[in-house]
């Protein structure tokens, strides 16, 4: 296993979780910096996560 030198997430801001990608500068789990958060059947839970 190779270690993870180059970080590919960071801190998201709006769900907290470590979905925001550095090069597109995007949330994978939320599409933080969109206004909208992206929608799923499942992110339905976790929007009460928050
Ligand atoms: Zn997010």
Known sequence: MGK???PTHARCRRC???SFHY???RCAH???P???W???RW???LKERT
Do not use: E, L, Q
């Open 16 to 18: 907290g979780r470590r």
């Open 4 to 6: 993870f030198k180059t």
């Open 43 to 45: 992110t339905k839970s």
């Open 23 to 25: 090069r597109s500068r």
């Open 34 to 36: 969109d206004p909208k």
């Open 38 to 40: 992206r929608k799923y």
């Open 30 to 32: 939320c599409g933080f």
